[in-house]
C-alpha cells in the first residue's frame, strides 16, 4: 500500500493549457505539502496545510491552486501552463511540521511544450 | 537568511571509501536537520536528522557531524556501497507549525566499483 500516491506520473501538455496533479496519503497525518524539483534537482517548498487549513504558501504565481478536501488529500491545479513549469511536483505529508519527517511521494512530471 | 548551502554538487566515490557532503546553514533559529536521500524517479526519503543538543549521530553506516558554532553539519557515509548512488539532500528546518524545511542544493553521489 502506497503512503504517498500521486496521479498522474506524467504529464505533457501544451502552454496555455490548465492541468490537476491529485495527491493523497494513508498515512493519518495531518500535514500536507507541495514541493517542486526542477531540472537542477532544487527542491522548493510551495504550498502546506494542516488539517485543511494553508499554511504555508510560497511566493507562488496565482496560476497555482492548493486545495485541500479533507487532510489526507492535497491537489494542486495549474491554470495557463508556462514552459517555466516544467519540473517534477512532488506531494508530502508529514504528522505536525518540523521537525516531523516528510514522507514524499513519487512526483509527478510535467512538462510544458 | 534562510539559505542552506550544500557542497559538492556531484561527488564519485570508490567502493569501500568514505563519502563526505557538507553543509552550512546562516539562519540560528534552526534547530532540526535531517538528511534525505533520493533515488531517480523516487521523492525524497528521510535518511537522518540531527537535533543541535548533540554534535554526532550515527546509524549504521551514515554520520552527521553537527557543528554549531560554525554553523556547518555534514554526511558521512562509511564503507560507500554502489547501492548508496543517489542525490543527497541536506535541510534545515525550525521548529513550529507553520514552519518548513530549507532543503540545500543536492549532491549526486556516485560509488564505482
Known amino acids: 500500500d502506497t503512503a504517498v500516491s500521486q496521479t498522474p506520473k506524467y504529464l505533457v501538455t501544451q502552454m496555455g493549457n490548465d492541468k490537476s496533479i491529485k495527491c493523497e496519503q494513508n498515512l493519518g497525518h495531518d500535514t500536507m505539502y507541495w514541493y517542486k524539483q526542477d531540472s537542477k534537482k532544487f527542491l522548493k517548498i510551495m504550498f502546506s496545510y494542516n488539517n485543511k487549513e494553508l499554511i504555508i504558501n510560497e511566493t507562488v504565481p496565482n496560476r497555482f491552486s492548493p486545495k485541500s478536501p479533507d487532510k489526507a488529500h492535497l491537489n494542486l491545479h495549474i491554470n495557463s501552463l508556462e514552459l517555466g513549469d516544467s519540473a517534477v511536483y512532488f506531494c508530502a505529508s508529514s504528522q505536525g511540521a518540523v521537525p516531523g519527517e516528510l514522507f514524499f511521494g513519487e512526483g509527478s512530471r510535467l512538462t510544458v511544450l | 537568511q534562510q539559505q542552506v548551502k550544500q557542497s559538492p554538487q556531484s561527488l564519485i566515490v570508490q567502493k569501500g571509501g568514505i563519502s563526505i557532503i557538507n553543509c552550512a546553514y546562516e539562519?540560528?533559529?534552526?534547530?532540526?536537520f535531517p538528511w534525505y536521500q533520493q533515488f531517480p524517479g523516487k521523492g525524497p526519503a528521510l535518511l537522518i536528522a540531527?537535533?543541535?543538543?548533540?554534535s554526532e549521530k550515527k546509524e549504521g553506516r551514515f554520520t552527521i557531524s553537527f557543528n554549531k558554532s560554525a554553523k556547518q553539519f555534514s554526511l558521512h557515509i562509511m564503507d560507500s556501497q554502489p547501492g548508496d548512488s543517489a542525490t543527497y539532500f541536506c535541510a534545515a528546518g525550525r521548529t513550529g507549525t507553520a514552519s518548513k524545511l530549507t532543503f540545500g542544493t543536492g549532491t549526486r553521489l556516485q560509488v564505482t566499483l
Open positions: 540531527i537535533r543541535p543538543d548533540v
Open positions: 539562519n540560528t533559529a534552526f534547530d532540526y
